[in-house]
């Protein structure tokens, strides 16, 4: 059995802060890759951030640098990525996933995915 499970989505105000997590189950998350993307209605899948498997660097889009930040717990097998500064444009669900060899932009890279958690960022 190998899960990834999303959590924290909800909705908050412009200028407001979440974190969301994703927990791994069946298989170690310290050896993955571990990328956020987001699915706006209407938009394609956008790769929002990733933390590489190797050396712990992360990887963030230009939308997001500065606003979010992703860190990895290899004790509770979770990653999160902490939002702040949300904007009306970040309203999308979200979906973490795992890549087996390092972090890419591609979604197709990727092995296994949650099931989204959705975010709404309005007043």
């Known amino acids: 059995q190998v899960q990834l499970v999303e959590s924290g989505g909800g909705l908050v105000q412009p200028g407001g802060s979440l974190r969301l997590s994703c927990a791994a189950s069946g298989f170690t998350l310290d050896y993955y890759a571990i990328g956020w993307f987001r699915q706006a209605p209407g938009k394609e899948r956008e790769g929002v951030s990733c933390?590489?498997?190797?050396?712990?660097?992360?990887f963030y889009a230009d939308s997001v640098k500065g606003r979010f930040t992703i860190s990895r717990d290899n004790a509770k097998n979770t990653v999160y990525l902490q939002m702040s500064s949300l904007k009306p444009e970040d309203t999308a669900v979200y979906y973490c996933a795992a890549a087996g060899l390092d972090c890419s932009q591609y979604a197709s890279r990727y092995d296994y995915w949650g099931q989204g958690t959705q975010v709404t960022v309005s007043s």
């Open positions: 933390i590489s498997p190797s050396d712990g660097s992360t």
